[in-house]
């Protein structure tokens, strides 16, 4: 009897061993989940990748979109059910947030609370919406969030490729059960449990937002840019200029992320490690510190917030022929010339 027990044992073993990660989720899809209907209001990149990743993972997925989205037919595509945003929520015990950051509370006033069902799990993919006072759940909602350190393509090709991206999760308001079900969640869409990282909504919310413009995004691009400009100024050529400046920052990037800053340095040329102790400071002074601390105090004070949560169609027509000003046709023409 025991040999037979330990050869069914060992089979099983080996068969969840040879599962794909997808299927392994599937597999042991948590009791958490079943039964349960998970809405997900947008279909953008993030809301597109987190919708596919839980119906692969074996859950019960249905797209919640404004009628006239544009979203609707990509939904579609993949084989969705979509509804309206009311008739989302009237029909799911977990309601999934992936709305743009500005139009939650707005969406959530009008189509969202009148139509709560009791006791609906609400899940955030960022901290903005809660912390910033624009959405209040029930005081009996789960309130959780999960928040992966990737774009949805990328959270989407992890998944596919048996990989997993880390996240920031948070619980304000929960059950005991609240932490198993946040877990269950996140597996599903693809977040190994280990990858995890306590957070909370506030934290989430202020750090995401001031390392998108003061470092990632913002601050990046005007540095790259402005290299680039210097160098193009004086003579070289846009290309060349451009495999210089940016070309090669995934690699070093990468350097950093494996071995540190410190790491970073001491892989690189003797050369380029005195150069950059000898003029690193002249280009990032103490200013630089000084403006970053400005936009961490317009970020916590909730001026920003407030002023992103009032932005209408016509505001984001300008904020699109204001992006364009950020780079210069040349640039984008050499960037695709060395894309792939």
């Keep these: 009897m025991q040999a037979v027990q330990h050869d069914l044992f060992c089979d099983i073993k080996q068969a969840l061993g040879n599962l794909s990660l997808?299927?392994?989720?599937?597999?042991?899809?948590?009791?958490?989940?079943?039964?349960?209907?998970?809405?997900v209001l947008g279909y953008g990149s993030q809301g597109r990748a987190v919708a596919l990743n839980l119906r692969d993972s074996g859950c019960d997925v249905i797209i919640g979109l404004p009628s006239q989205s544009k979203s609707r037919k990509y939904a579609k595509?993949?084989?969705?059910?979509?509804?309206?945003?009311?008739?989302?929520?009237?029909?799911?015990d977990v309601l999934l947030f992936a709305l743009p950051d500005h139009l939650q509370g707005r969406i959530y006033k009008s189509e969202i609370e009148p139509n709560l069902q009791a006791k609906t799990t609400f899940v955030?993919?960022?901290?903005?919406?809660?912390?910033?006072?624009?959405?209040?759940?029930?005081?009996?909602?789960?309130?959780?969030?999960?928040?992966?350190?990737?774009?949805?393509?990328?959270?989407?090709?992890?998944?596919?490729?048996?990989?997993?991206?880390?996240?920031?999760?948070a619980i304000e308001n929960g059950k005991k059960n609240s932490k198993q079900l946040l877990t269950a969640l996140a597996e599903a869409i693809?977040?190994?449990?280990?990858?995890?990282?306590?957070?909370s909504f506030k934290n989430e919310a202020i750090g995401d937002l001031f390392g998108e413009q003061a470092v990632l995004c913002g601050g990046l691009?005007?540095?790259?840019f402005n290299g680039y400009s210097v160098l193009t100024e004086n003579g070289l050529d846009s290309d060349n200029a451009y495999l210089e400046v940016c070309y090669q920052l995934d690699l070093l990037i990468s350097l950093i992320k494996k071995h540190g800053i410190i790491g970073m340095y001491e892989r690189i040329s003797v050369a380029a490690r005195y150069g950059s102790v000898k003029n690193s400071k002249k280009i990032i002074d103490s200013s630089v510190k000084?403006?970053?601390?400005?936009?961490?105090?317009?970020i916590t004070s909730g001026k920003f917030a407030n002023k992103l949560?009032?932005?209408?169609?016509?505001?984001?027509?300008?904020?699109?022929?204001?992006?364009?000003?950020?780079?210069s046709v040349s640039f984008e023409k050499s960037s695709k010339k060395f894309s792939n």
């Design 22 to 39: 997808p299927q392994y989720i599937q597999f042991m899809l948590k009791k958490e989940l079943k039964n349960k209907k998970i809405g």
């Design 77 to 92: 595509q993949d084989n969705f059910v979509v509804t309206t945003t009311p008739k989302t929520v009237k029909q799911s």
């Design 124 to 169: 955030f993919l960022h901290g903005f919406a809660i912390h910033f006072g624009f959405i209040k759940p029930p005081n009996e909602s789960d309130i959780l969030m999960i928040a992966p350190h990737a774009p949805g393509i990328a959270l989407r090709e992890k998944y596919l490729t048996d990989k997993s991206v880390s996240a920031f999760q």
């Design 190 to 199: 693809g977040i190994r449990k280990n990858k995890l990282v306590e957070n």
């Design 221 to 224: 691009s005007e540095l790259v």
């Design 290 to 298: 000084k403006n970053m601390q400005a936009v961490y105090d317009d």
């Design 309 to 327: 949560n009032k932005l209408n169609e016509k505001d984001i027509e300008k904020l699109s022929h204001s992006l364009k000003k950020m780079s």
